[in-house]
């Protein structure tokens, strides 16, 4: 009986302890502007977050199309290019969504994305703003497809086949930076921890006891959040029509572009948050099923292990 109660009374003192250990441990949450987007890293050790920025900072280095001196922006200019690890992996992971996708998922959407050009048409009033004409967009897509893309393992070269094809990774590279971040993390032994950037979320462990909690935006209500989702040790990604799109005519031309007709998608779809075991997968996925419909992006979504969808129709 007394060592009954010995044992009781240890196993509540090493809870107690366990308790105050992690309340005696604050959190820290840290901003930073990288990739275009806000970086949001909460865990309790700031020299690891530190370096999980740094991270975040490298791989925008290498995969950013805005800054001229990336490995990207080199490849796109010289039409090849000698590229690190972490490249080669991202575009050959993109290869893999885009055929698993049917050509939904393509990184040669550049020449697209740069005639829509819709960050800065959404910054200008509708009678100022060109739609494209089915010329110019026809001329782009020639340009689009991702077998144009030749990944020469052994000498880590990538080629572009056809002058002119540019690529861009703003629907993968997010997520591949946010599980950069969190092997950095994990390497500085932490073992609770929130990464966001800008959408593409890992939540690493618990926080305390409980689960972290990730609030999903009302698409057509800034404020207002439609669902909370409870998640630990997985990654959640939501692509959408509500935050980068221009009203032209009464119509919503968003940055997710259709590579197969060329034209900003228009389906019934507001928003699709995939949930998958790595952040890569949950990003280049919610663009995918963004792309592909309800129907559609279901069956894309059921070839893979652990991956959830939940979308929101218009
Ligand atoms: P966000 O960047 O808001 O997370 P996404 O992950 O869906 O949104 O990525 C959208 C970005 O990816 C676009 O801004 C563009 O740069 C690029 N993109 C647009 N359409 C496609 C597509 N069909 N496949 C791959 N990348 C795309
Ligand atoms: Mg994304």
Redesign the pocket.
């Known amino acids: 009986m007394k060592r009954i109660k010995i044992l009781l009374f240890s196993i509540v003192y090493i809870a107690l302890s366990l308790l105050c250990g992690c309340a005696a441990k604050p959190y820290h949450a840290q901003t930073r502007l990288i990739m275009g987007?806000v970086v949001e890293i909460t865990a309790q050790d700031k020299k690891a977050i530190e370096a999980a920025f740094t991270e975040i900072e490298r791989i925008d280095a290498l995969m950013s199309n805005y800054k001229p001196n990336s490995e990207i922006s080199r490849l796109n200019a010289n039409g090849q290019a000698k590229v690190s690890h972490n490249t080669l992996y991202v575009i050959k992971m993109?290869k893999y969504f885009h055929k698993l996708s049917g050509g939904?998922?393509?990184?040669t959407?550049g020449p697209?994305?740069k005639l829509w050009n819709?960050k800065e048409n959404m910054q200008k009033e509708a009678k100022q703003i060109k739609i494209p004409s089915q010329e110019r967009i026809n001329s782009a897509l020639s340009y689009v497809s991702s077998n144009f893309i030749e990944i020469d393992e052994k000498n880590s070269i990538i080629r572009l086949r056809k002058k002119g094809v540019s690529l861009?990774l703003?629907?993968?590279a997010?997520?591949y930076a946010v599980d950069r971040a969190v092997a950095i993390l994990k390497h500085y032994g932490v073992k609770s921890a929130l990464v966001n950037a800008?959408?593409?979320i890992y939540c690493l462990g618990k926080k305390g006891f409980v689960y972290w909690v990730v609030g999903l935006q009302n698409p057509r209500k800034p404020n207002g959040v439609l669902d909370t989702f409870k998640l630990s040790n997985r990654a959640i990604?939501?692509?959408?029509d509500y935050?980068?799109y221009f009203i032209y005519n009464n119509k919503r031309y968003t940055?997710?572009?259709?590579?197969r007709t060329g034209y900003p998608?228009d389906n019934s779809i507001c928003s699709v948050s995939v949930f998958a075991d790595n952040g890569l997968t949950a990003?280049a996925l919610?663009?995918?099923i963004?792309?592909l419909g309800e129907e559609k992006g279901r069956k894309l979504a059921a070839k893979f292990k652990n991956v959830e969808v939940k979308v929101i129709k218009r």
């Open positions: 987007t993109a939904a998922f393509d990184i959407v697209l994305v819709i861009d703003g629907a993968i997010k997520g800008g959408g593409q990604s939501t692509s959408g935050e980068q940055h997710i572009i259709d590579p998608v990003d919610s663009t995918a963004f792309v």
